[in-house]
């Protein structure tokens, strides 16, 4: 799938996903441990928002969702309507140089060709201020598809696996990584990682 069949696929799905995705669990409680980990008032940039349920609503008012899919952005309006809210791809952030503190990157990156993905952390690196921090997940398996019947729709996966993924990282700049496993919205296992300049 291409960028503009990726973001059709994800116009189509998102109010299934919305629907369908728990908005508490112990992959959102993750983030209060890293907030408290980021300075005072933090700007954070969640990248991936979608409808803004999981993850955006958990950040401090005025964070930065970014989607590439403008339904998805709309339903984040209703969901976290004090949110400030980008259509954008991960690859050129529409975001200025060290501009955040923080990004929350839940099951997002693994929607990006894996060629480009350690451009993404490139990205991230860029936009975050000099010792900040991203918080992602962290896909376990090595796969490039596109699974169809996904939320009724159809949608492209990609990942390098774990260790490639953390040596993209370490390659874009940061240098302090730590993982844990959560549960994910839709019910399974996860593991995360904390990565910071």
Same mark, same amino acid.
């Given at each position: 799938?291409?960028?503009?069949?990726?973001?059709?696929?994800?116009?189509e799905?998102?109010?299934?996903?919305?629907?369908?995705?728990?908005p508490g669990g112990s992959?959102?409680?993750?983030?209060?441990d890293?907030?408290d980990?980021?300075?005072?008032?933090?700007?954070?940039?969640?990248?991936?928002?979608?409808?803004? +349920?999981?993850?955006? +609503?958990?950040?401090?008012?005025?964070?930065?969702?970014?989607d590439?899919?403008?339904r998805g952005?709309?339903?984040?309006?209703?969901?976290?309507?004090?949110?400030?809210l980008l259509q954008?791809?991960?690859?050129?952030?529409?975001?200025?140089d060290? +501009?955040?503190?923080?990004?929350?990157?839940?099951?997002?990156?693994?929607?990006?060709?894996?060629?480009e993905?350690?451009?993404?952390?490139?990205?991230?690196a860029?936009?975050?201020?000099p010792?900040?921090?991203?918080?992602m997940?962290?896909?376990?398996g090595?796969?490039?598809?596109?699974?169809?019947?996904?939320?009724g729709?159809?949608?492209?996966?990609?990942?390098?696996?774990?260790?490639?993924?953390?040596?993209?990282?370490?390659?874009?700049?940061?240098?302090?990584?730590?993982?844990?496993?959560a549960?994910?919205?839709?019910?399974?296992?996860?593991?995360?990682?904390v990565?910071?300049?």
């Open positions: 799938m291409d960028r503009n069949d990726i973001r059709a696929a994800w116009d799905v998102a109010e299934t996903y919305a629907r369908q995705r728990d992959d959102a409680a993750l983030i209060g890293f907030l980990e980021l300075p005072p008032e933090p700007l954070v940039l969640d990248a991936g928002c979608g409808d803004g +349920a999981r993850t955006l +609503a958990n950040l401090p008012a005025g964070s930065l969702g970014l590439f899919s403008g952005l709309e339903l984040a309006a209703q969901t976290v309507p004090e949110a400030r954008g791809d991960m690859t050129a952030l529409p975001v200025a060290d +501009a955040v503190d923080g990004i929350t990157a839940y099951h997002a990156v693994f929607h990006v060709p894996r060629d993905q350690p451009t993404v952390y490139r990205e991230f860029r936009v975050l201020e010792g900040g921090s991203v918080l997940t962290l896909p376990g090595r796969f490039e598809t596109v699974r169809r019947g996904w939320m729709g159809e949608m492209f996966f990609a990942a390098p696996g774990r260790e490639q993924t953390l040596t993209q990282l370490r390659d874009a700049g940061f240098d302090d990584l730590r993982t844990t496993s549960d994910d919205p839709l019910g399974s296992s996860t593991e995360f990682v990565a910071s300049l």
